[in-house]
């Protein structure tokens, strides 16, 4: 068979004013200014971009080659731009991101911390279902995190998944139902002495449930049932 030649447009092609027009390309964005416009868009998308999604945006200015011309690779430029892909993010990454974090605010970060950030870093559901909590996640990032602190991170975790599922926030009866047919959930005992028995102990336990409902963005209603 014989050897397919190159279409003679492009055998015709100088090499030398081929890269001298690439380079002029690519100066007409800055890499600071393609990573504004990746930034900005996952602000308007509310989380961190696709290519095709980014391709699509009329407001953007840059296409996707570009950012790839500049990077290298796309994930390579969303790392740039601070916005860790999701389905592309390592444990190291997800835990170099709340270390830098928590140098820029001069403490240790809060699940506040990232939900104040959404869209430029991964979400705290993508570090509860990597590392079981955002408390776990925290001390491998070399944080100093109470084990009680621990704990509680992990049952109001489980008291909003449970009130998922029953459509209200748990009561103490509630829990010790779901926990017949749940595994490694703690127990009613366990969660009621988090709040050294004091009274309304339970009650205490739904508000930081219903908060943690509230910061998924379902509605909780005044007598504790979800709405929809």
Same mark, same amino acid.
């Given at each position: 068979?014989? @050897?397919?030649?190159?279409?003679?447009?492009?055998?015709?092609?100088?090499? $030398?004013?081929?890269?001298?027009?690439?380079?002029?390309?690519? @100066?007409?964005?800055?890499?600071?200014?393609?990573?504004?416009?990746?930034?900005?868009?996952?602000?308007? &998308?509310?989380?961190?971009?696709?290519? @095709?999604?980014?391709? $699509?945006?009329?407001?953007?200015?840059?296409?996707?080659?570009?950012?790839?011309?500049?990077?290298?690779?796309?994930?390579?430029?969303?790392?740039?731009?601070?916005?860790?892909? !999701?389905?592309?993010?390592?444990?190291?990454? &997800?835990?170099?991101?709340?270390? &830098?974090?928590?140098?820029?605010?001069?403490?240790?970060?809060?699940?506040?911390?990232?939900?104040?950030?959404?869209? !430029?870093?991964?979400? @705290?559901?993508?570090?509860?279902?990597?590392?079981?909590?955002?408390?776990?996640?925290?001390?491998?990032?070399?944080?100093?995190?109470?084990?009680?602190?621990?704990?509680?991170?992990?049952?109001?975790?489980?008291? $909003?998944? &449970?009130?998922?599922?029953?459509? !209200?926030?748990?009561?103490?009866?509630?829990?010790?139902?779901?926990?017949?047919?749940?595994?490694?959930?703690?127990?009613?005992?366990?969660?009621?002495?988090?709040?050294?028995?004091?009274?309304?102990?339970? $009650?205490?336990?739904?508000?930081?449930?219903?908060?943690?409902?509230?910061?998924?963005?379902?509605?909780?209603?005044?007598?504790?049932?979800?709405?929809?």
């Amino acid at each position: 068979m014989a @050897k397919k030649r190159p279409y003679s447009a492009i055998a015709r092609i100088d090499p $030398a004013e081929l890269a001298s027009f690439q380079t002029a390309i690519r @100066k007409r964005y800055s890499d600071e200014e393609i990573l504004a416009e990746l930034r900005a868009y996952a602000a308007r &998308l509310g989380r961190s971009p696709t290519m @095709k999604e980014f391709a $699509a945006d009329p407001d953007t200015k840059v296409h996707p080659q570009t950012v790839i011309e500049h990077f290298g690779t796309w994930n390579a430029a969303k790392r740039a731009a601070g916005l860790v892909p !999701r389905r592309f993010a390592t444990r190291e990454e &997800l835990l170099e991101v709340l270390r &830098l974090l928590g140098e820029e605010l001069g403490r240790m970060p809060t699940a506040r911390d990232l939900d104040d950030r959404r869209g !430029r870093m991964p979400s @705290k559901s993508l570090y509860w279902h990597t590392f079981g909590s955002l408390s776990a996640a925290l001390r491998e990032a070399g944080y100093d995190v109470a084990v009680g602190e621990e704990r509680l991170e992990r049952a109001v975790e489980q008291g $909003a998944e &449970l009130a998922i599922e029953i459509g !209200r926030l748990p009561k103490f009866a509630d829990w010790a139902d779901a926990r017949r047919s749940h595994d490694g959930m703690l127990t009613e005992w366990q969660v009621y002495r988090m709040f050294d028995s004091r009274r309304g102990a339970w $009650a205490t336990f739904q508000f930081l449930v219903r908060g943690r409902l509230i910061e998924r963005g379902a509605e909780v209603q005044s007598d504790g049932t979800l709405a929809g």
